[in-house]
């Protein structure tokens, strides 16, 4: 069982930054691939990015690219998302999930709130 603590979230002006991280429990970190998601209010939630478990490619959501990075630290278990330029309309929660094969676990969310 892998446990997920995320946080990093706040509330910051419009072309700020934010980091937000995502600790892990578990000696099988590395093997995992690694996504962020955010849900906005009374949409569904959306994936943001993936860092896949061997770490040779990113991909991103269009609205975030050139704005956002996936990075993990195998060493300290844990995964971030660096979130530069936030616009209002990156305000959501952002979820962390780690996934291989059947295994998917979540994180319990951190709020990212942008004004304007």
């Known amino acids: 069982q892998v446990q997920l603590v995320e946080s990093g979230g706040g509330l910051v002006q419009a072309g700020g930054s934010l980091r937000l991280s995502c600790a892990a429990s578990?000696?099988?970190?590395?093997?995992?691939?690694m996504r962020w998601y955010r849900q906005a209010p009374g949409k569904e939630r959306e994936f943001v990015a993936l860092l896949p478990w061997d770490g040779r490619s990113t991909s991103y959501a269009d609205p975030v690219k050139g704005r956002f990075t996936i990075s993990r630290d195998d060493s300290k278990n844990t995964m971030y998302l660096q979130m530069n330029s936030l616009k209002s309309e990156d305000t959501a929660i952002y979820y962390c999930?780690?996934?291989?094969?059947?295994?998917?676990?979540w994180g319990q969310g951190t709020q990212v709130t942008v004004s304007s």
């Open positions: 999930n780690l996934k291989r094969a059947s295994q998917d676990y």
């Open positions: 578990g000696r099988t970190f590395s093997l995992y691939d």
